[in-house]
């Protein structure tokens, strides 16, 4: 990116003051930001949504988000998948988001089969004639690798029951999340075919430079950024404003 | 743990140490890739900075460019200073006189407070302490509980308010009920915040003089890049925090924020999460993890662990079946479910000094574990009969055995003649015999193949 910036403010293409430069990377850096964007895809019926990620990266925040926005602002119905059947207390705290966003919760008791609750809710939502169906799972690192077999398994019963689904793969990463964010992005990728990012806790100081390099290494752009505890607080991304909070001091 | 970095930092040394004699101009470009490799593993760049400084210096003195090995001292300097650089030699908890002691969590959402929190719980638990929790996250939806959950798990018991009561309020009684109740230990679990949201640091700083901790811990997620700084900084000032809790370490983490924390805060990592399960959780020693990164084992850990995991009696009990002979398939089983107790083989293996190699051999590979499900499979699908006279095991019964572990007869073949020339080792072990080279060979690869560990290429 560097380089090129260099080569155009040496052909004379951008002004050499700084302001002109400036600008001129904020729009390479939005550029590069944008790589593979595409909205999020509801067009299924029901339209799948898998969400996964390493742990405390916020995915059961964010589906309670985007359920709340899918219910209030789009007037879908949305039931939610509780395949979290590890962590102890997931399954209620998914429940806490169903009930504050209105939309409908299957689970199965701890330890269950997460692949089996996936399957469960599609069911529900066919029978319910639901528009969406979001499939939490439990967080997990990207270097165990059963616990990525299991999310391959957790992908392939969903696309038995439903052709082309899930209709949206999301990985949650913290913005706080170093280097490692673009390990995580390619593991979980080769394992679940991620179709994009949501950039969590951007309320912080961290701006999460790193979706940069997931995006322009890996082609998976970020969808939707989270900027709070309140289910307001999910926003699309903009790679404009973002590319401009990166180099605001 | 800390792969990458250790990969590159051990390169550059062996890399050193070929040379025999050093000039500056080799210690030079040496330094030039240790601050690469740390940078890249997310050090923060001061720290780098500092660090390799620090390091050039020393490497530069006569005790260096002198002696005779100069590779070797070069070595040492990077362990002692890696080691200086994650907080010396350690830090313990410090513990009331009388009445509760008590242990304050804090740190970022996602963090994994309130599973250290449980993990911190169960390991003090262990050394017979009576610990109890205070739930005070009353945010995050079903906090509380998991906290109850998990500290079932623990066995310890948990004060909570439910999600109206107020965090202070929660904390205060919960300090009060454990005086009553003559608990030893307080673990007070909080709210994930950010270190920039104002009224939830304020609220962390109302918790602090309400319940006047002994310790105060930071849960940082060894993941964080250089905003680790950032965090810990403002945690410092809010928390007045004495240690650090770096949790996933079981990840691919670079190791940035376990490497800057210590320098920039002055607080020392105090124990590190490397696992799903409760006892994956230990106290953090500097210098062992800095032994680790370059390649140079951690044997300490390895009998601490071996210490905490095996039955004493059992081992005795072994022993003396050994000298009489009477080594069973049943002793077989129990030996090696006490070694899988220590947590994955692949983890052992970090900790044996000069296997850096073997790790990187193993790169991109597991040891499988299911080679050894196999095996405890087929030894429980035996008959007590079976398992302590192996001899018996005839052709239908070898087909029974193989149905009911659901693998075929050659595995069971396998594991029957290994466990055999186990056993004709074993004997002349006993009886003072020297080993023959041969058979030991011959062991090997003969029965080896049901219990090495096999290397699956991904």
Redesign the interface.
């Known amino acids: 990116m560097v380089e090129r910036l260099e080569r155009e403010v040496e052909a004379g293409t951008v002004p050499a003051d700084g302001e002109a430069v400036r600008n001129r990377l904020i729009e390479i850096l939005a550029e590069v930001a944008s790589t593979g964007r595409a909205p999020i895809d509801l067009s299924g019926d029901p339209a799948v949504l898998l969400m996964v990620g390493v742990n405390g990266t916020g995915k059961t925040t964010t589906i309670g988000k985007i359920a709340w926005h899918l219910s209030r602002e789009f007037g879908l119905s949305v039931v939610l998948a509780a395949g979290d059947t590890y962590r102890a207390a997931a399954g209620e705290q998914l429940e806490e988001w169903a009930e504050r966003s209105g939309a409908d919760l299957v689970r199965s008791a701890p330890g269950g089969d997460p692949g089996a609750v996936a399957f469960d809710a599609i069911e529900a939502a066919r029978a319910r004639a639901a528009d969406v169906v979001i499939v939490d799972t439990a967080g997990r690192l990207h270097t165990q690798s059963s616990l990525m077999d299991e999310l391959a398994k957790v992908r392939r019963v969903i696309a038995k029951q439903v052709p082309d689904a899930p209709h949206e793969t999301l990985i949650s990463i913290d913005a706080t999340t170093g280097q490692n964010g673009l390990r995580q992005a390619k593991v979980f990728s080769e394992a679940a075919d991620v179709d994009g990012v949501v950039l969590t806790k951007l309320d912080g100081t961290a701006k999460g430079g790193i979706a940069l390099a997931i995006a322009s290494e890996l082609g998976i752009p970020v969808k939707l950024i989270g900027t709070g505890e309140s289910l307001e607080d999910l926003r699309p991304f903009d790679p404009a404003d973002f590319a401009r909070a990166l180099l605001a001091e | 743990m800390f792969d990458q970095l250790s990969e590159r930092l051990q390169a550059t040394l062996s890399d050193v140490r070929s040379r025999g004699k050093l000039n500056e101009g080799d210690v030079d470009a040496a330094m030039r890739d240790i601050r690469l490799a740390l940078l890249?593993a997310?050090v923060n760049f001061k720290v780098v900075k500092s660090f390799t400084a620090t390091l050039k210096e020393r490497c530069l003195g006569a005790e260096v460019l002198d002696s005779l090995d100069p590779g070797q001292q070069v070595i040492k300097i990077v362990n002692e200073e890696l080691t200086a650089l994650m907080g010396g030699t350690g830090r313990e908890l410090a513990f009331a006189s009388n009445g509760p002691t008590v242990i304050l969590m804090a740190g970022?959402?996602?963090?994994?407070k309130t599973t250290a929190c449980a993990k911190l719980a169960a390991q003090l638990d262990r050394t017979g302490k009576n610990v109890a929790l205070a739930a005070c996250d009353v945010?995050?939806?079903?906090?509380?509980?998991?906290?109850?959950?998990?500290a079932k798990e623990a066995s310890a018991h948990v004060y909570e308010q439910g999600t109206d009561a107020d965090p202070v309020e929660i904390a205060g009684w919960a300090l009060d009920r454990a005086r009553e109740e003559n608990r030893d230990v307080l673990i007070v679990d909080t709210a994930g915040r950010?270190?920039?949201?104002e009224d939830l640091m304020a609220e962390l700083a109302r918790i602090r003089k309400r319940v006047k901790p002994h310790n105060v811990l930071l849960v940082v997620?060894a993941?964080?890049?250089?905003?680790?700084v950032?965090?810990a900084e403002a945690f410092a000032e809010t928390a007045e925090f004495d240690g650090v809790v770096m949790t996933?370490l079981?990840?691919?983490?670079?190791g940035?924020?376990a490497l800057s924390v210590r320098t920039v805060t002055g607080k020392p990592i105090m124990y590190a999460s490397t696992g799903?399960k409760l006892r994956d959780f230990d106290q953090f020693h500097p210098d062992r993890m800095a032994s680790r990164i370059l390649g140079m084992g951690d044997v300490l850990s390895l009998i601490e662990k071996a210490e905490r995991e095996v039955d004493e009696n059992q081992a005795i009990d072994l022993q003396k079946k050994l000298q009489r002979e009477q080594f069973t398939l049943e002793d077989f089983l129990k030996q090696m479910q006490q070694v899988r107790k220590m947590g994955p083989i692949s983890g052992l293996v970090g900790m044996l000094p000069g296997m850096g190699g073997m790790k990187q051999q193993l790169k991109g590979a597991?040891v499988d574990e299911g080679e050894l499900d196999r095996t405890e499979a087929i030894i429980l699908s035996m008959t007590p009969e079976e398992r302590a006279n192996p001899g018996m095991i005839n052709g239908s019964r070898r087909k029974r055995i193989a149905t009911g572990s659901g693998t075929k007869v050659q595995h069971v073949n396998q594991l029957v003649k290994q466990f055999d020339q186990i056993r004709k080792l074993m004997r002349q072990v006993v009886s003072g015999k020297p080993l023959d080279p041969q058979q030991l060979a011959q062991m090997s690869q003969a029965g080896g193949r049901a219990q090495r560990p096999k290397v699956r290429r991904?």
């Open positions: 890249e997310d970022l959402q996602g963090s994994g945010y995050r939806p079903a906090a509380v509980d998991q906290l109850v959950t998990i950010l270190h920039v949201d997620d993941m964080t890049g250089q905003e680790a950032g965090v996933k079981d990840g691919d983490a670079r940035g924020a799903e597991d991904r």
